[in-house]
């Protein structure tokens, strides 16, 4: 019995330190940041629209006048479109549709994608602007380079632009590389009737690229988008393949949530002398883009 005391005491001090050390790493778990870390939220789009489904009948048929002039059959090949070639239809999918008719071509191409980040400290709508800001900088808008009152000056007069002021345009539909002009919806087919028209001030006529020459402040230029999805801006190239055919490309690229969009609409007149309607082009491809937005939201 004489040693039971000790015991007794021994066993209490083990307990006692036992107690010492759970309580300890309680505390640590207790303050916020000091084992764990919490992961950015995910984006709000987990998967993706069918591409060949999201632009309704009616909307292909405006898009691509000249599908109306072809056989029936031809119609409906032309308008259930070509899917893209893709690997992970969650992460990316596309489709394009073309209608080739005897006084022009037309195309339109969407791209729908959506990004993951793999970093648990950035989150998937982070990732999206990043990826979305590369974009826009590759499109090297003039409106982002010029104070506004330079910018609507240029506009107001876009056929004064010295002559070599292009940039260089984009393969966006497999064409070769051409000029993208300083003044997207200038044309470069003038004439003598067209200086004789400004010298008596006549503005009642079109311009040559179907836009009304009385509307000098209309802002036909690549610019940044204020009122689509997110953020979005819209590019326009007018690519000359050689001296005799010449296309322009309307691209419109959004951004909602984790999901980018890229719209490229194209037009190519069967004549050479002809140039392909900016402000038309840029109508209908914002006006699809609006749609397209419209149905992430449903």
Not at 40 to 52: F, Q, V
Not at 87 to 109: E, H, K, L, M, N
């Amino acid at each position: 019995m004489a040693y039971v005391p000790g015991a007794v005491l021994i066993a209490a001090l083990v307990a006692g330190c036992s107690a010492g050390t759970e309580g300890d790493v309680s505390a640590s778990d207790s303050k916020p940041g000091t084992l764990t870390t919490s992961a950015a939220p995910p984006g709000k789009y987990r998967t993706l629209p069918e591409a060949c489904r999201a632009i309704p009948l009616s909307t292909l048929k405006d898009l691509l006048p000249g599908a109306a002039q072809l056989p029936e059959a031809q119609q409906d090949k032309v308008y259930e479109g070509t899917p893209a070639g893709t690997f992970d239809t969650d992460r990316r999918v596309g489709c394009r549709w073309t209608s080739d008719a005897p006084d022009a071509s037309r195309s339109i191409a969407i791209d729908f994608e959506r990004v993951v980040s793999y970093d648990p400290a950035v989150s998937d709508d982070d990732r999206a602007r990043e990826v979305y800001a590369k974009k826009e900088d590759a499109a090297d808008l003039p409106s982002a380079s010029l104070p506004p009152d330079d910018a609507d000056m240029e506009t107001a007069s876009p056929k004064s632009s010295p002559p070599g002021n292009e940039k260089a345009g984009a393969k966006s539909d497999g064409g070769s590389d051409g000029k993208k002009d300083a003044t997207p919806d200038s044309s470069a087919t003038g004439s003598a009737d067209d200086t004789a028209g400004d010298a008596t001030g006549d503005t009642e006529g079109d311009t040559a690229d179907g836009g009304t020459a009385g509307s000098p402040t209309e802002n036909l230029q690549p610019r940044v988008l204020d009122t689509l999805g997110d953020s979005a801006f819209l590019d326009d190239v007018l690519t000359r393949a050689g001296s005799t055919a010449q296309h322009r490309t309307v691209s419109v690229v959004f951004r909602t949530s984790n999901v980018i969009v890229t719209i490229e609409y194209t037009a190519q007149p069967a004549l050479s002398t002809e140039v392909p309607d900016s402000k038309e082009l840029q109508e209908k491809a914002q006006a699809l883009g609006e749609k397209l937005v419209d149905s992430f939201s449903e």
